[in-house]
């Protein structure tokens, strides 16, 4: 299940590597043979070129890779997907800040790693909403930080449907999908666009 999250993932990203594993909280499971070799996380990846890279302290090798600190600390690590934590995601005993998880209810079209991916270089990241690009109010270290809404309405989709990537995603910046999440269903874009001052 993980490892062909990973491999769609590396795919949708357009990573040359052998391998991919995936793990949302620092347990890659299966034996890595092959290099360059991705470790993704929820929000980013990181490449090892070979098992040298992977001598550093913290991360344990055997039959699993072992990170307990997060890859997403680790030298090298880019992050590129700000999907917003579901809170039934998170597991036990992980503490987190009051406020610090979000309750927006994105579906799986929003979390469709290949269909976002698709979306973005169709409209790049700016905000179909406000119309803002983060990377211009915070800086570079913004530019990856991008939702994807989808439009289409859950309760006319047939069990046929196949998500358009272009008519039925838009990319939106984290406040404004948050407004779009405030009523279910939720607004369409052109209601919250008339909100906007
Ligand atoms: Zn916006
Ligand atoms: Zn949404």
Redesign the pocket.
Same mark, same amino acid.
């Given at each position: 299940m993980n490892r062909k999250k990973a491999d769609e993932l590396s795919k949708a990203f357009r990573l040359e590597v052998a391998q991919s594993r995936y793990s949302a909280w620092g347990n890659f499971y299966g034996l890595v043979q092959f290099y360059p070799c991705a470790l993704w996380d929820r929000s980013g990846y990181i490449i090892f070129n070979d098992e040298n890279e992977l001598k550093i302290p913290g991360i344990s090798v055997s039959k699993r890779i072992n990170i307990p600190k997060r890859i997403s600390l680790l030298n090298g690590y880019k992050y590129v997907i700000s999907d917003t934590y579901l809170p039934e995601e998170l597991p036990d005993g992980i503490e987190y800040q009051e406020g610090s998880v979000q309750q927006i209810k994105v579906n799986r079209y929003e979390r469709d790693p290949k269909a976002r991916a698709d979306c973005l270089s169709h409209y790049g990241y700016v *905000?179909r =909403? %406000?119309r803002?690009k983060l990377s211009d109010v915070y800086g570079a270290i913004a530019k990856d930080v991008i939702h994807v809404h989808h439009i289409k309405p859950i309760s006319k989709i047939g069990e046929s449907y196949r998500v358009d990537p272009v008519s039925d995603l838009i990319p =939106? %910046?984290p406040? *404004?999908h948050a407004i779009i999440h405030l009523k279910d269903p939720p607004y369409y874009p052109h209601e919250v666009i008339a909100m906007l001052h």
């Open positions: *905000c =909403v %406000c803002i =939106v %910046c406040n *404004c």
